[in-house]
């Protein structure tokens, strides 16, 4: 008599290394699993708690400039090479692998004003306050060579920004007027006035490039066309811009940065009202630059710490500081959305990470997929109370905190002050404006 | 001839006055006023036409023509020195001097006219002579006239206004270029995930020979470096490749082998999946399985061979000749009679087993048919044999009935009955024929079988059974006839009582009627829910019966019970209803399968009508109120709200109330188990009363609930307002209870549910958006071609459009 057995394939249930996973077979009935909501609520209080436990944004601090930062700018090919220029006139390249400066060029007398790298990443311009901009090779000198630019250009007036194309030889200078440059004249081939300011900073714009943005200290921001060689549109301010930020993903949008503590995001189309009014510094915006993923911003500021902000919302979801940075003048985004550099006053460069809690490293997986199932959770339970005040505390200086307080106060002050007068007034007399609109002056065109 | 030495001097005058504007009018204050006043109006004239402000051509209209006529005549005779030139012109002894520019003077007319003669004096004899013309005026003519047709050139605008049209334009043209971003933007600010880098980069290849070539020994270190290996010969800027190793890389391209190597995966798994299906398949112990395999590929062989004799006789032939090899190895093998081991026990069991009987049989015929001796014969007989063949091949549900030859299936019986039924009362005359085509089909199918007289006797049975059934149904129509025509009555007549207001009188009888027709019990009738089930139950006594009818359904009524356990409310009713009516039953039971949906529709509403008829009470009331009331009666016939809210309010202050907490346990101090409860004294000891809470809120209020519910802890963890991109309350919610975690979900959906939003790949530069990436055709012009370009020196047209803009 044959006995017949139920049996079973070991493929089945036997893993084949020792460090594979036990395979177990999973019931998706849901009422085994009961309670999904208070569970998930859980996993996402403790993931947002995780995340606050792991934020240590700060990675490095590249020292040995002897003056104040004052500008930075990125390596278009090499994601580990970042230039800087000090006051005292001086260029370094850094090596952010190794931490380390791998070379420096006495560049100018005086302040560098502006650095940029060639598109193609062989060289870079410098301008200064001794009225010269010149063309360095990124290479250092041969053996045996002098530290010489390529090119230099004496020019009349002091250059204040510069900035280079992102497809031609061609670059823009800026001080008393916009000047466009072929790289091999030594006269700008195009000027560009409209009214007589100095110029703080000119950017051109990375997906049609033919157009440009200036902001000078008279209050205004200048929108140019290279290809029609004339200026498009003004927008004036509140208070003076001191930099704005051309949005990589999206042609028509840029961010500018105000002294007046906020930073504006502009559809160049629609000058006169603001996209976004994004507001959370307490003291003088003075650099911004776009993540290259057109989702976010970093801001720089006087207040001594730098702040991420969405490009969507008006308020920051990340600020960094230490206790050593002084005056933030320059920051940077890296070119793989992964790390900030930011320049300051105290002579130091420093790297943050983009995300304060992002595990630096390859991922396994598993932990890859623990890390997009936490992000999730926290994104879906983010409304509510717990996870939302733990989510958004941070740890702030006393002078930031105290100033953020009594700005507070001194908003809703003239909250009050703007209620009351419209209920005391007649009805029509005073209206209400938006914050968006409070800020623009004017545009001119 | 007069006339047109008019004109000459009309033009001539002109000509004076313009090049008079500029001497003034001190000469002029020393004439006639009335002159001065002619002068004056010409004077204006001609400034304005120097000017050239007027929008369009001025022409001279022949007034002016006289005026210029006149004047001259009175003109005439005043000596003027501004005339000069031009009279002198006209004047007979008079020769004109053409005037020749020999060097540079102030005094230059651009009419070709000079005022060289301004200082001489005009003496009155020469004005004495007859006016003539001189040919010498028309050139003079011809350019006033040209002067006249010029139309006016505009003003310049000033600098700012041209600058402010000028980027006025090219903001307009960069917006508009810009907006073809628009599409693109949106579908990435909405994309579910963003993978950067957007383009995805071909890894450059870039040998290490061509890596060296660019490098140069340059320190004293690497120099001799460089000399040792030159000393040794060893290959420094060399190809690294030998030739071979080359002309194979080159050999095959990337393509092709990626292509070769689909192939090969192709055909391998092609292979494997062939295999596993043949693994499958041989495992399948069912012998059905295999029995109908084995035939399925007889007849695809037997249809390829016919095909093929028809397209390849020759080959054909030798496709029989195999055939009748393989007939010969089976009469060789004897692997078909009945003598092997499986045959023997069939044969054992086949006394008993109806299927084991059929298998031998099956075997044997089989076995016939592989020893038989192939004739090569006509198609027919081949198809004869297929027929045949498919003839055993006896359907199971045949089989079955077969089986409880003595007792037939009731299901299967109920069934087929039930399809024979619906035919016919779908269409009574065609139905003897295919009862007859069936009944023919299922002889012809157990002719071939073993116990044909069983069958064939099982089957008479059938056949008479069905006849019956259709005697019945022929009868059927006639008496159905009736019922529903009582039933239209009955609405008629319903209907035409409402639309005529009823009286008392009426109402009354049909009261009285209602009362003696129903058959609802009373239980029933205080249940408003059950009011719908009243239309069948009042069509009941009007309905007339045939005997015939009566006496089919009691028939059917036999069987049903027989086979069908009644639905529940069927059977309630079937129970209520002898006690009142002993006639209904089997009516009744016939009634579903009688009265269609159209009928009980039609029937409702007079029945709801019926009810509301009595309650209403109209004896001063206008007939307009009471057809209101009666409307809202009936359309909110169904609900009574107040007593619905009484409950809920009931339910909810029962919910809220604290329940007691029980905590006997049995079996502890005394014995337990099945059956036994513990005693009372135990568990008035282990109850704990809540205290009663304060008293509701809404106590003292009939009208309203209200919710004590909130629980502050909890509020803690709670949404309090509805987050920005929700507009309602239960979206947010669901999408809270829709859990994403693994635990709930199957891996694939994890994965799909916590994909995050922006993938980046570490160590790739993201580089800015390009218009190629995204479809678009970037602007082919250089930036920089175009800025060379002055823009100062811009058309006359394009300026056109730009005032055209400015005015815009």
Known sequence: MKVKMLSRNPDNYVRETKLDLQRVPRNYDPTLHPFEVPREYIRALNATKLERVFAKPFLASLDGHRDGVNCLAKHPKSLATVLSGACDGEVRIWNLTKRKCIRTVQAHEGFVRGICTRFCGTSFFTVGDDKTVKQWKMDGPGYGEEEEPLHTILGKTVYTGIDHHWKEAVFVTCGQQVDIWDEQRTSPICSMTWGFDSISSVKFNPIETFLLGSCASDRNIVLYDMRQATPLKKVILDMRTNTICWNPMEAFIFTAANEDYNLYTFDMRALDTPVMVHMDHVSAVLDVDYSPTGKEFVSASFDKSIRIFPVDKSRSREVYHTKRMQHVICVKWTSDSKYIMCGSDEMNIRLWKANASEKLGVLTSREKAAKDYNQKLKEKFQHHPHIKRIARHRHLPKSIYSQIQEQRIMKEARRRKEVNRLKHSKPGSVSIVSEKKKHIVAVVK | KPRMDRNCFAAGTEIAFLSASAPGPCERETAEMSVVRAAESLLALSQQEELEDLPKDYPLSPSEDEVGDTCLKREVLSPAKMWGSVLYSALPNFRWKLAERSEASLKVSEFNVTSEGSGEKLVLSDLLGPVKTSSSLATVKKQLNRVKSKKTVELPLNKEEVERIHREVAFNKTSQALSKWDPIILKNRQAEQLVFPLKKEQSAFAPIEHVLSGWKARTPLEQEVFNLLHKNKQPVTDPLLTPVEKASLKAMSLEEAKMRRAELQRARALQSYYEARARREKKIKSKKYHKVLKKGKARKALREFEKLQKANPTAALEELEKIEKARMMERMSLKHQNSGKWAKSKAIMAKYDLEARQAMQEQLARNKELTQKLQVASDSE?????????????????????????????????????????????????????????ASESEEEERPGAEEEILL???????????????????????????????????????????????????????????????????????????????????RPERAHTVEELEELGKEECFQNKEVPKPMGEGQQSERNPNNQPGTPKEKKRKEEMIDLQNLLTTKSPSVKSLAVPTTVEELEDEEERDQKRMIKEAFAGDDVIRDFLKEKREAVEASKPKDVDLTLPGWGEWGGMGLKPSAKKRRRFLIKTPEGPPRKDKNLPNVIINEKRNVHAAAHQVRVLPYPFTHHQQFERTIQTPIGSTWNTQRAFQKLTTPKVVTKPGHIIKPIKAEDVGYRSSSRSDLSVVQRNPKQLSIRHKKQLKKNSVD
Do not use: Y
């Open chain 2, 457 to 539: 006797n099982e089957f008479e049975e059938r056949r008479s059974l069905r006849k019956k059934s259709t005697l019945n149904q022929d009868t059927e129509p006639v008496s159905r006839q009736e019922p529903k025509d009582s039933s239209s009555k009955e609405v008629l007549s319903e209907l035409r009582a409402l639309s005529q207001k009823l009286n008392r009188e009426n109402q009354q009888c049909g009261k009285q009627n209602m009362s003696s027709t129903r058959t609802v019990p009373a239980v029933q009738r205080e249940e408003p829910a059950e009011v719908e089930e009243e239309p069948l139950l009042l069509q």
């Open chain 2, 382 to 438: 081949e198809e004869e044999e297929g027929a045949e063949e498919e003839g055993e091949l006896v359907p199971d549900a045949v089989n079955e009935i077969q089986m409880d030859a003595n007792g037939p299936n009731p299901w299967m019986l109920r069934n087929h009955l039930r399809g024979t039924g619906e035919a016919k009362v779908r269409d009574p005359e065609k139905l003897p024929e295919p009862v007859a085509h069936e």
